[in-house]
C-alpha cells in the first residue's frame, strides 16, 4: 500500500470540510436530544451539511477530473430547495408524521439511483484481482436493496398515514416477507458469485434486485397499522441512514459514511425506545399482525351515558383538579388552540389544569407535545403519563379528547388484547371522566375501549373542535 | 472471499469509524426525552440526506444521458431530504421556543 498520496490544496480542503461536518451532525444530534439546545443543533446539523455539499462540489476530484455538469447540479439542488422548502413549511402540523416519512423516502430513492449509477462502474482493476465478490459490489447491492426497500416502504407508510392506503392484514403475509427477504439475500450472492467477464450484462439483474426490493418494501409496511406506524418510520429511517453510509464506503467519503452511520444506529435505538414505550418488541412490530379485537372485550359491552355540554361545563368549573389527555382526534380536529383556551379560563376560577402526555398518543412520539407547544401551552402543565397515573385518584375530572387506544384498560385487563402490557393513562381512577369522542368508532388499533362503559364514564360526541368552543361558552356564562 | 478480506484490509480504517459512529450514535441519543422524540427523528432524518453527496459525485462525472437524467433526479430527491428535514425539524423546534 501506498501511504505517500498526492493530494491538491483542493481535497486536503474538502477533507477538512468532512471533518467538520462529521463533528457538527455529531454536535447537533447531542444538542437535538435537549430542549433547550435543540434548536441551534439542528441549524449546527445544517450547518454541517452545507460544508459537506459546497466542499464537494468545489473540490471533489475522480482520476483527476473535477466535478462536471455543475450547471445541472446546481439546478437540480435549486428545484430540491423550493419543493423542500415550500412542502416543509406549509405542510400542516398534525401532518408532520407522514412529512418525515416522506423525506426519508426520498433519501431512500437518492441512494438506490447513487448504486444503480454506480454499479456499471466498479473499477475494473478491483473486478480483475478479486472477481465480482469484492467489496465495492456488496456496498452497491446493499445500498440498492437498503435504499429500494426505504423509498418503498416510507411511500406506503406516508400514504398510510395520509388516510391514502389501508392496512393489509393478511397472516400469510408474513411468510410471503420472509420468503421475498430471502430471495433477495440468495440474489446478492448469486451477484457476487457471477463471472466478471459477464459483469456488463448484470445491469438487467440489477433491476430485478430494485423491483424485488421496492415489492418487499411495500409489502413489509402493508400489514403494519395502528400504534406501530411511528417505530415503522423510525426504521426506515434509520435504513436510509445505512444505505448513505453504503455510499460513504463506495466513494470513500467519510462525511456520508459517519452522517450515515449515525443516523443509522441512532435510529435503531431510538425505534426500540419507542417499542419499550409500548411494550412491544421490535420482531413483534416487524412480523406481527397487529389490530383486531380483544376477544375478551366483545359483548361485554355496558351501555353508554352522554353528558350535555352545559352538564360538563358546570362539572368542570367547579373542580379542583382536572386533567387533559389529548389524542390524535383533537389534532386532527386543529383544536389544540380552543383546548388551550378552556385551560385557561379554567385556571382563571381556580381549577389545576394538566395534560397527560402519553409517549406514543398521536401518531409519533413526542407529537402532542409539537401540537400543544403549537397552540402556546407553557411546557410545565404537560406531564408523561407514568408521572401523572399515581396522582389521578386524586383528579375530579379527567377529559379525554379525541385519544382511545392510549387510555383503554384493556392494555392492564385483557392479556389477549393487541395492546395488552402496553403502558396507559390510568383515566378510569379518575373520579368523573369525560370523554370527548366523534361517534363509537374504534381507535386507530381497532380495539373495543371499556373505559367507555364505565360507570364514571360520560361521553360528548361530536367534533372536538365545535365541542370545546361550546364548553368555553358555557364555561364563560357561567 | 478474498473480495471480502480485499475490502476489509484496504477500508480498515473506514470499518473504525462505522464500529466508533455505531456507539457514538447510541450514546448520544440514549437519553432524550419523549417530548423529543419527533423533532430528533426528523432532524436525524434530515442528516441522512448526506446521501447527497454521492447524487452530486455521479452526476458530476455522468457521461451518458442515462446517467445524467438520473443524477439529475438523484440530486433533485437527495436536495428534498435535506432541505426538507432541516426546514421541518426547525419549525417544529421553533414552537417549543416560544415562552413568554
Known amino acids: 500500500m501506498n501511504d505517500v498520496m498526492h493530494f491538491s490544496a483542493g481535497i486536503s480542503v474538502m477533507e477538512i470540510s468532512y471533518i467538520l461536518a462529521s463533528v457538527l451532525f455529531i454536535l447537533g444530534l447531542k444538542m437535538l436530544s435537549h430542549p433547550l439546545t435543540a434548536r441551534r443543533g439542528n441549524i449546527l446539523a445544517a450547518i454541517g451539511m452545507i460544508l459537506a455539499i459546497a466542499a464537494t462540489i468545489l473540490f471533489h476530484e475522480k482520476e483527476g477530473k473535477p466535478i462536471g455538469n455543475i450547471g445541472w447540479i446546481l439546478g437540480a439542488m435549486v428545484i430540491g430547495t423550493i419543493i423542500g422548502w415550500v412542502i416543509a413549511k406549509r405542510v400542516r402540523m398534525t401532518a408532520m408524521p407522514q412529512l418525515v416519512s416522506f423525506f426519508n423516502g426520498m433519501g431512500g430513492a437518492a441512494a438506490a439511483l447513487i ?12 473486478m480483475m484481482r478479486s472477481g465480482m465478490a469484492n467489496g465495492h459490489v456488496l456496498a452497491i447491492l446493499l445500498g440498492l436493496v437498503i435504499g429500494s426497500v426505504s423509498w418503498a416502504g ?13 392496512d393489509l392484514r393478511i397472516k400469510a403475509l ?18 457476487m458469485t457471477r ?11 440489477i433491476i430485478i434486485l430494485f423491483v424485488v426490493s421496492v415489492l418487499y418494501g411495500v409489502l413489509f409496511v402493508m400489514p403494519i397499522g395502528g400504534a406501530d406506524m411511528p417505530v415503522v418510520i423510525s426504521l426506515l429511517n434509520s435504513f436510509t441512514g445505512v444505505a448513505a453510509a453504503m455510499g460513504g464506503f463506495l466513494y470513500n467519503n467519510q462525511a456520508m459514511l459517519t452522517g450515515g452511520i449515525l443516523v443509522g444506529s441512532a435510529g435503531t435505538i431510538l425505534t426500540i425506545l419507542m417499542c419499550r414505550a409500548m411494550n412491544r418488541s421490535l420482531l413483534n412490530v416487524i412480523i406481527g399482525v397487529f389490530g383486531g379485537g380483544g376477544s375478551a372485550a366483545e359483548g361485554a359491552a355496558g351501555t353508554i351515558k352522554e353528558i350535555t ?5 358546570v362539572l368542570l368549573s367547579y373542580s379542583k383538579k382536572v386533567v387533559v389527555v389529548p389524542g390524535y382526534g383533537l389534532a386532527v380536529a386543529q383544536a389544540q388552540h380552543i383546548c388551550h383556551e378552556l385551560d385557561k379560563m379554567l385556571e382563571e376560577k381556580g381549577v389545576e389544569v394538566k395534560y397527560a402526555i402519553h409517549p406514543v398518543a398521536g401518531r409519533m412520539p413526542g407529537h402532542m407535545n409539537v401540537l400543544l407547544a403549537e397552540a402556546d401551552v407553557p411546557y410545565e402543565q404537560l406531564v408523561e403519563s407514568d408521572e401523572i397515573n399515581p396522582d389521578l385518584p386524586n383528579t375530579d375530572v379527567i377529559v379525554v379528547i379525541g385519544a382511545n387506544d392510549v387510555v383503554n384498560p384493556a392494555a392492564e385487563d385483557d392479556p389477549s388484547s393487541p395492546i395488552y402490557g402496553m403502558p396507559i393513562v390510568r383515566a378510569r381512577e379518575a373520579k368523573n371522566i369525560i370523554v370527548m369522542k366523534r361517534g363509537m368508532g374504534k381507535g386507530y388499533a381497532a380495539i373495543e375501549n371499556l373505559l367507555f362503559y364505565n360507570d364514571k364514564t360520560r361521553m360528548l360526541f361530536g367534533d372536538a373542535k365545535s365541542t370545546l368552543q361550546a364548553l368555553v361558552s358555557e364555561v364563560k356564562a357561567l | 472471499m478474498e473480495g471480502v478480506l480485499d475490502f476489509f484490509m484496504a477500508n480498515r480504517g473506514m470499518i473504525y469509524m462505522v464500529i466508533l459512529s455505531v456507539f457514538l450514535g447510541i450514546e448520544v441519543i440514549s437519553h432524550v426525552p419523549a417530548i423529543l422524540h419527533t423533532p430528533l427523528m426528523s432532524g436525524a432524518n434530515a442528516i441522512h440526506g448526506v446521501v447527497i453527496i454521492g447524487a452530486i459525485i455521479v452526476m458530476g462525472h455522468a457521461e451518458t444521458t442515462g446517467a445524467m437524467i438520473l443524477g439529475f433526479l438523484a440530486v433533485i430527491l437527495g436536495t428534498l431530504n435535506v432541505v426538507g428535514g432541516f426546514v421541518v425539524t426547525d419549525r417544529m423546534l421553533e414552537m417549543f421556543k416560544k415562552k413568554k
Open chain 1, 115 to 126: 448504486s444503480m449509477m454506480e454499479f456499471p462502474h466498479v473499477s475494473q482493476e478491483l
Open chain 1, 154 to 166: 416510507s411511500m406506503i407508510a406516508f400514504g398510510k398515514l395520509d388516510g391514502k392506503i389501508g
Open chain 1, 174 to 191: 408474513r411468510y410471503v416477507n420472509m420468503t421475498i427477504l430471502a430471495g433477495i439475500i440468495g440474489f446478492i450472492v448469486y451477484i
Open chain 1, 195 to 205: 463471472d466478471v467477464a459477464a459483469s456488463a450484462e448484470l445491469t438487467h439483474l
Open chain 1, 309 to 313: 355540554v352545559a352538564d360538563a361545563a
